[in-house]
Nanobody, 124 residues
């Protein structure tokens, strides 16, 4: 399994921006599937964005147009703009390997590796 470590969380006012990073080590995959999830207090974990597979990138409706997922070298990023109070949550990165070139990288996958999470608070 890969080692994943998130960073970049913090407190920000509504309308502000944050960039989350996820350092990835010990991960070898010809077809990687990487994702960001989040979990707010008292709520179930939800998918935020994915990158990889035939879909390229995918976003939840709640963040589409505001968040951008990207990766470079051994780091996964989540650029979050125009943050809203409802974005308050602990954010987790996850990594998995896709079985074929036509596989889709979706939140429903059972991701093999997870980070410990970084907390984001959006409040005035």
């Amino acid at each position: 399994r890969a080692d994943l470590m998130e960073s970049g969380g913090g407190s920000v006012q509504p309308g502000g921006s944050l960039r989350l990073s996820c350092g990835v080590s010990d991960f070898r995959a010809s077809r990687p599937c990487m994702a960001w999830f989040r979990q707010a207090p008292g709520k179930e974990r939800e998918g935020v964005a994915t990158i990889g597979g035939v879909l390229g990138t995918m976003y939840s409706d709640s963040v589409k147009g505001r968040f951008t997922i990207s990766k470079a070298d051994n780091t996964l990023y989540l650029q979050m703009n125009n943050l809203k109070p409802e974005d308050t949550a602990t954010y987790y990165c996850a990594a998995d390997r896709l079985p074929s070139p036509r596989s889709a990288c979706t939140w429903s996958r059972r991701f093999e590796s997870w980070g410990q999470g970084t907390h984001v608070t959006v409040s005035s």
